[in-house]
Nanobody, 121 residues
């Protein structure tokens, strides 16, 4: 099982980025995906999550209305569209897979390598 996150970079406040998470090697297609982030000196936190069908989603209060999680199961790829970015969104972002949508990182069995997002002028 492999998760490959990409799409991070440097963006000015108010800008947008789209992160991608490519999945491979799953024998069971019915997995939920969560996007976590971790800033220096802070705990890893769940930003958004989506069920396999896409019918169930979760967003942290800090990103509601700005971030959108989605998935294309035909391409085994999940996305995190991030708009109206703020300096406090700066962190390493990770995608992770779990049996179902969950808020705690321990519920996620597989992790991608992380992609850096920096929001700065």
């Amino acid at each position: 099982v492999q998760l490959q996150a990409s799409g991070g970079g440097l963006v000015q406040p108010g800008g947008s980025l789209r992160l991608s998470c490519a999945a491979s090697g799953f024998t069971n297609d019915h997995y939920a995906i969560g996007w976590f982030r971790q800033a220096p000196g802070k705990e890893r936190e769940l930003v958004a999550a989506i069920s396999w069908s896409g019918g169930s989603t979760y967003y942290a209060d800090s990103v509601k209305g700005r971030f959108t999680i989605s998935r294309d199961n035909a391409k085994n790829t999940m996305y995190l569209q991030m708009d109206s970015l703020r300096p406090e969104d700066t962190a390493v972002y990770y995608c992770a897979a779990a049996a179902r949508v969950a808020s705690g990182p321990l519920k996620y069995d597989y992790w991608g390598q992380g992609t850096q997002v920096t929001v700065s002028s």
